[in-house]
């Protein structure tokens, strides 16, 4: 087989294929053989007949015409690996010889991957939180911890947040009782959101003995523009407020800190939410600062993404939603339908991030160029054996399967991403919101990178985390039986 490639206008290249008569007989052989199992020639058992009798009684073009077309695609593909072509789209094939006899020919175009320009990436400068907490942030939590002890004392007034009232509340939609809406003697915190806002907002300033009647709108249905018969009945909810108590704190002394608690002294106590806050704000910062590298790198990119490109992030998202989901025993078109809209509007929501992180995607692979960072034998290793102990099989046998199905280069492309983010990880400069400096080590940057889900950012995040290409499975292969003539 002889190929050759040649660019073209619009991040697209031209290869052109051919593949001699002798070549090209192994695939009509191979055809033949297929034919075969498929079709009964008297005197023959199935699978058996010759290729010459077929070619007599079927005819050549029977034979070739599918030898094309499974042969073809597979040709295709060692080109790419040839010419190394980094594709992102299906190819156009179009065969330019051989229909009928003689050597095969034919030319795929096909969109690659663009090189992008990324100026400026040596001096990036990324603002995200201190990762410490503040005295603010403790004393919060203490004051979270004392309300857990609170005592609740009688109040005569109208309630307000965080006051604890017990109410009688009943729920009805189209004359039917809501059971989950419906409850005698319910304590309840004023303003903790856990029924409905419309709740919180009635019990703000009720008094006790008040009964309070209103409507809310069914979730989902509270549109002027909503066609009647499709709108839900709204829900009428009574509730009657038997008594409203506040929360008397407990003093915050040492006995307070032994009671709440295995602590000695209000010192020790704090000196622990403190160290346990630290590790929270070092996770929840080097969270942060990923991602600010990640949205920072993406404003460098001024070249448009190709829509291949944005479409495979789009699949990738809906894909790892639909798993989650399926984790939790939902399935993606229930959790459509509970959250109010349809497919399309999903993919809406998710095409801005999916953009961000293809461009970050050809960010980093211009940074890993320009500072030529390559995936060594000892990084190919490495990651076989982290593949090979999370799947309990030996490394020697995941690096077969990615060498079988092509899928190495991948990896590498893996590799040099990873290896390209931790080196602008290393350089870019960090600044706290009031533009003091941040010093690195406060983060948490060695080790695999841990970005956050796309769900929990809005855009640009970058997702290096275990990009590792799925490990193909395992295949039984079997060798072709020789053919025998059976008259």
């Known amino acids: 087989m002889r190929s050759t490639v040649e660019p073209l206008e619009g991040n697209k290249v031209k290869l052109s294929v051919e593949v001699d008569e002798k070549e090209f007989d192994k695939a009509l052989d191979a055809a033949f053989r297929k034919i075969a199992r498929e079709v009964r020639i008297p005197g023959f058992r199935p699978g058996k007949a010759p290729r010459k009798v077929l070619e007599a009684r079927l005819g050549k073009n029977v034979g070739r015409g599918q030898a094309l077309e499974e042969a073809i695609p597979t040709y295709y593909v060692e080109a790419v690996k ?121 019990l703000r300033g009720a008094k006790v003995g008040d009964m309070l009647q209103f409507e809310v709108m069914s979730p989902g249905g509270s549109g002027d523009d909503d066609d009647d018969r499709d709108r839900p009945d709204p829900i009428e909810i009574k509730i009657f407020v038997k008594d409203i108590k506040t929360k008397v704190l407990p003093e915050l002394d040492d006995e307070f800190a032994s009671e709440a608690s295995e602590f000695e002294t209000l010192a020790e106590l704090r000196d622990d939410l403190t160290k346990r806050m630290t590790a929270i704000k ?92 390559e995936c060594t034998d000892d990084d190919l290793d490495v990651e076989w054996e982290s593949v090979a102990k999370r799947l309990e099989l030996k490394p020697a046998e995941v690096r077969r399967r990615f060498e079988r ?62 990009e590792t290409p799925p490990v193909p499975e395992e295949s039984a292969t079997s060798d072709e039986e020789p053919e025998e003539e059976d008259a």
Request: avoid cysteine; proline fraction near 5%.
């Open 82 to 202: 040839e010419h190394d072509v980094d594709v992102i789209a299906q190819p156009e094939i179009e065969l330019t010889g051989g229909q009928e006899e003689g050597a095969v020919q034919f030319d795929a175009v096909v969109e690659v991957r663009p090189a992008v320009t990324v100026p400026g990436y040596q001096n990036l400068r990324v603002t995200v939180p201190a990762p410490v907490p503040s005295a603010d942030d403790i004393d919060s939590q203490i004051d979270t911890l004392r309300s857990r002890f609170a005592e609740l004392e009688a109040v005569d007034r109208p309630a307000t947040d965080d006051d604890v009232v017990t109410i009688n509340i009943a729920g009805r939609q189209g004359g039917d009782e809501l059971s989950g809406l419906t409850a005698d003697d319910f304590s309840y915190e004023v303003g903790s959101g856990q029924i409905l806002p419309e709740v919180d907002e009635r």
């Open 405 to 466: 199905e092509g899928q190495v280069q991948a990896v590498r492309s893996d590799v040099n991403k990873r290896k390209a983010f931790e080196w602008l990880l290393e350089r870019v400069e960090i600044v706290d919101p009031d533009g003091n400096p941040l010093d690195r080590s406060a983060f948490e940057l060695s080790g695999p990178s841990d970005e956050t889900d796309s769900d929990e950012t809005d855009s640009g995040e970058l997702e290096t985390e275990d």
């Open 282 to 373: 070092q996770v929840q910062g080097t969270m942060a600062l990923r991602e600010q590298v990640g949205e920072a790198l993406a404003d460098l990119v001024e070249e448009d993404v190709p829509e291949a490109l944005v479409n495979v992030e789009l699949s990738n998202r809906v894909q790892d939603l639909a798993m989650r989901l399926g984790a939790q025993g939902v399935e993606l078109g229930q959790w459509l339908q509970a959250s109010n809209k349809d497919e399309e509007e999903l993919l809406d929501e998710l095409r801005g991030p999916a953009e961000r992180a293809a461009k970050v995607d050809l960010a980093l692979r211009a940074v890993a160029e320009a500072q030529d960072i």
